[in-house]
């Protein structure tokens, strides 16, 4: 029985992919790209300036075009045809910079490309040609029904050989690199180097994800590649036809994951949800929400973490006005926002809010391996902060306490503690105080480090 299963299964996965490869690849395209850049780009200072050889090297390099006039570089990339009149997708790294975008198909024509819109946020580019005829194009899937283990085709150009496929599975799902907006398919699907903005498709021949890069020591595939996926594309690409640009939603906090401990500091039945840290100017303020409050859900949908929250936001409509279900010393609270526009938002400067003075008191105090000190002119003068800065600095940390091991460092300012302002040191016993009386192992602390804040939950067992 055994041995009838496992012939079974290799049966299955050498089952030929050649009846869909055959299908799709008229859609899938190669992408050469022609920059002009400055001359003398390459490494310099092949000998140590002043040596008796330099006045040689320049003239080699000068002889061998590789002076200081300007000269072209290519690149090479690959895309998809999303519709037959010539839209195409690929990845906004092939063609960033590109002075020209020459698309060759794969039946053996060529045509010049212009720039529709990018998107850095997801790496994601959309294109446009023209054609005398229909051209051959494939459609988007549903990247949230693709499973682990389901068969995936990747398809592109890579190392500038031309057309190529391969096949794999789907390794794992939802990975996050390094943007804000991420949702990446892992796969082992070879994917080399101008693979990038290549499709990745289902066994129904529908693009699931686009190729966008490697996880590799040596710049070469290794069996783990990531394939931005098809359901955050498919917004981009319809914002950037439609606009030329994207328009995510703005909500305007500063936010952070809730932790285990954070949790019991605020009383919370579980560590669910997005902390907000701060509220500048913005939607979030005009609708009344607080640093301290947790977002445990948005536009009815529950809020898991910071990177959900962040990206249910950037998907919603521009101006919408959305429910925002928050968690506020211990109660829930439903408040209304409308949203404004992310793109704006980071392009502005925001305007300083000077405070009321206080008068300095300088003292020291250790506690829960910090040794603080009320802010003073002195001090802040120290820590290059603004004269409206209040709270209280932390001069040293012990290395052996929670407090470094949650990464509190000298120059930090405690703004908040058990979410009530500190200024004074006795702000900061009572806040303990406080929280001891009511049963809480921790109190949660607002940390500013460089003017940016996040939140810190310290026990306070042994607080004195």
Sequence with gaps: MILIVAQSLMGQAQESFANLAEKISPAVVN??????VA???GPQGIVPEGSPFEDFFRDFQDRNGEGDRPRRSSALGSGFVISEDGYIVTNNHVIEGADEVLIEFFEGFELPATIVGTDPNT????LKVESDTPLKFVTFGDSDTARV??????????????????????????RALSGTYDDYIQTDAAINRGNSGGPLFNMNGDVIGVNTAILSPNGGSIGIGFSMASNVVTRVIDQLQEFGETRRGWLGVRIQDVTEDMAEALGLASAEGALISDVPEGPAMDAGLQAGDVIISFDGRDVEDTRGLVRQVGNTEVGKAVRVVINRDGATQTLMVTLGRREEAESSVPASQPGPDVEDTPQSMDLMGLTLSPLTTEIREQLELPETAKGLAVMDVDETTEAFEKGLRAGDVITEAGQSPVLALTD??????????????SILLLVRRAG?????????????
């Design 428 to 441: 900061l016993e009572d806040r303990i105080a406080e929280a001891k009386e009511a049963g809480r192992k």
């Design 123 to 126: 790496d994601i580019a959309l």
């Design 149 to 174: 283990g389901d068969w995936v085709m990747a398809m592109g150009n890579p190392l500038g050989q031309g057309f190529s496929v391969s096949a794999g599975i789907v390794s794992a799902r939802n």
């Design 452 to 464: 940016d804040p996040r939140f810190v939950a310290l026990n306070i067992a042994d607080a004195e």
């Design 39 to 41: 001359g003398r780009t």
């Design 31 to 36: 992408i050469t790209t022609s920059t002009t």
